[in-house]
């Protein structure tokens, strides 16, 4: 069955928050047709998004709650979408994450289990829960987000933990691509450098925001719809040539 995306839905997780990339992916794929399923943490807030894009767009939406480290929670959600009067699962994009500065020494396994788990376990059990779809209609995309910092040992924000997990993203993307390429499902990840999203607002400020700028090649932080516009790409019948790879967004401050 071809992808269309007029006629099919697209997942997204970490959508809620409105300067953050899940969003403006979420903003870029209504503009392309799709209708949307915005999944979060904060339910409220992705109900509030859906709605945004709905009025925005026209395109039919729905915002729920999901713990994506939780396989009830993601089994109950994407179940609540599939009952829902949107079209088939056509994308899904793993969007949701957490940082982590934390040095390696000072890691408890609790956080180190935290950010595995939103990063990485999240990433793998949406992917098992939209799959079976994806392969009945013989179709599907999945984009996964991962991190310059998975390409280079962190050396932007987070450390280890966070790298470690990404870096799985990574090794989880291209396999996948591999087992799921003869039921013309394609698998991407995307690995943003710097950007200008709320995800460090907690442990940053203007100097270290205003550093970490000064050290991209092109000399500013990228935009979170100019990772949201790769996303939407992806997922477009245009990308259908494209599976198990790795593409870089970060303003040069990585070039392999």
Not at 202 to 220: D, F, H, I
């Amino acid at each position: 069955m071809t992808l269309t995306p007029s006629t099919r839905t697209a997942v997204i997780t970490g959508a809620a928050a409105r300067n953050g990339i899940g969003f403006h992916a979420a903003r870029r794929m209504a503009g392309a047709g799709w209708s949307l399923a915005l999944l979060d943490l904060n339910g409220e807030a992705a109900a509030s998004a859906a709605d945004a894009i709905a009025d925005e767009f026209g395109v039919a939406t729905t915002g729920r709650s999901v713990d994506v480290t939780d396989e009830e929670s993601v089994a109950s959600v994407m179940e609540a979408v599939a009952g829902s009067d949107l079209p088939p699962i056509g994308a899904l994009l793993n969007i949701a994450g957490i940082p982590s500065p934390c040095p390696f020494l000072d890691l408890t396994l609790q956080e180190w289990n935290t950010v595995v788990g939103v990063n990485l376990t999240g990433t793998f059990l949406m992917a098992r829960e939209v799959l079976p779809e994806m392969i009945e209609q013989g179709s599907g995309r999945i984009v996964n987000m991962s991190s310059v910092s998975a390409q280079q040992g962190g050396g932007v924000y987070s450390k280890t933990s966070y790298s470690a997990a990404k870096a799985g993203v990574l090794g989880l993307t291209r396999s996948l691509a591999r087992e799921m390429a003869e039921h013309n499902i394609t698998v991407n990840a995307i690995c943003p450098g710097v950007v200008d999203t709320g995800i460090r607002a907690a442990e940053t400020n203007e100097e270290n925001e205003r550093q970490l700028a000064a050290a991209v090649p092109l000399g500013r932080q990228g935009t979170p719809d100019e990772i949201g516009a790769l996303c939407a790409w992806l997922a477009s019948p245009d990308a259908g040539y494209i599976t198990g790879a790795t593409h870089n967004i970060n303003g040069g401050s990585y070039i392999a």
